[in-house]
């Protein structure tokens, strides 16, 4: 039965839960660090390079002609201006790769407090198919926080990312309703998974305490609710608004209806505020056309 590293790393790689540390204010220092050297760098080249420009030899073209440059040390000079050129150009080259790495990893979306609170949780309970006994001080927690503790959450990144929308309906379905549903029906008609996923089918391993609900699966059912409570809000306002006659209702009536009509793009979607924006006029012009036609019909 494996243990450790190697334990937590086939539940990581099985069920996408690759959350790590992005260390970044380790890196902000080394690229900090970098920069200072490329400062100094650059003062001592444009010290030596005034100093080139000074003398009555061949030096003195140094900054106008790349050849004698390059080739200094084999015309019977020391070099420095172009070995100081070389210098900068390989810390450029490290400088330059280390912010476009920062910027990737900082670009890396946090991981859910759900699925962070679970693989802390998995860490440390063997009834859960976890307890992998790990003994660094990076997620023993024995004489520091582990890395997987809420004061790091937001110096996490997960891998794998976030599956489906992050917004509030996304969140509230795949939360506390699920968890609702698995304490009322899920965990009569679900299997937990076994302790050790490793045992030989012909040795029966005990159950765990952990149900696992496919993403894919969990997904589907929140888009398919999103799809819907999206789609009620102009078919509600339109029955709403056929069986109301005074016309002050009914501009009431499109002035609430718009209101809960951007209200659930903001709650059931990620668009932008200028996407609401968009989309809440267009559902009030529509609004007003109907109510302009049916008055007429009326008259």
Not at 81 to 96: G, N, S, V
Not at 110 to 120: T, V
Not at 155 to 177: F, Q
Not at 238 to 257: E, K, N, Y
Request: with cysteine.
């Amino acid at each position: 039965m494996a243990t450790g590293y190697t334990k937590l790393a086939q539940f990581i790689a099985d069920q996408q839960y690759a959350i790590i540390r992005k260390f970044q204010h380790l890196a902000a220092r080394d690229l900090l660090y970098l920069q200072a050297e490329l400062v100094q760098l650059e003062i001592e080249y444009s010290d030596t390079a005034q100093l080139d420009r000074e003398c009555d030899d061949e030096r003195k073209f140094y900054d106008r002609e790349w050849w004698h440059l390059s080739n200094s040390k084999h015309r019977g000079f020391k070099g420095e201006q172009w070995d100081l050129a070389l210098k900068i150009r390989a810390k450029l080259r490290e400088y330059y790769q280390s912010a476009e790495q920062y910027s990737r990893v900082t670009a890396v979306p946090r991981p859910k407090k759900s699925d962070l609170d679970l693989l802390r949780t998995w860490i440390l309970s063997p009834d859960l198919g976890g307890g992998c006994r790990l003994l660094g001080k990076d997620l023993s927690g024995a004489d520091r926080l582990s890395v997987y503790e809420d004061v790091y959450q937001d110096d996490l990144m997960h891998l794998i990312g976030n599956r489906g929308e992050n917004d509030i309906l996304t969140r509230i379905l795949s939360g506390p309703v699920l968890n609702a549903f698995h304490y009322f029906v899920g965990r009569f008609l679900k299997k937990p998974k076994p302790l050790d996923e490793e045992s030989p089918a012909t040795q029966p391993c005990a159950p765990s305490g952990l149900h696992h609900y496919s993403d894919r699966h969990v997904l589907t059912v929140v888009d398919a609710i999103g799809t819907v409570v999206s789609s009620l809000a102009p078919l509600v306002a339109v029955i709403s608004l056929s069986f109301v006659t005074r016309m002050q209702a009914r501009l009431g009536l499109v002035c609430l209806f718009t209101v809960i009509f951007s209200a659930t793009l903001a709650v059931a979607t990620k668009a932008r505020r200028i996407e609401i924006f968009a989309a809440t006029a267009a559902f009030a012009s529509v609004l007003v056309v109907f109510v302009g036609s049916t008055n007429l019909i009326r008259v």
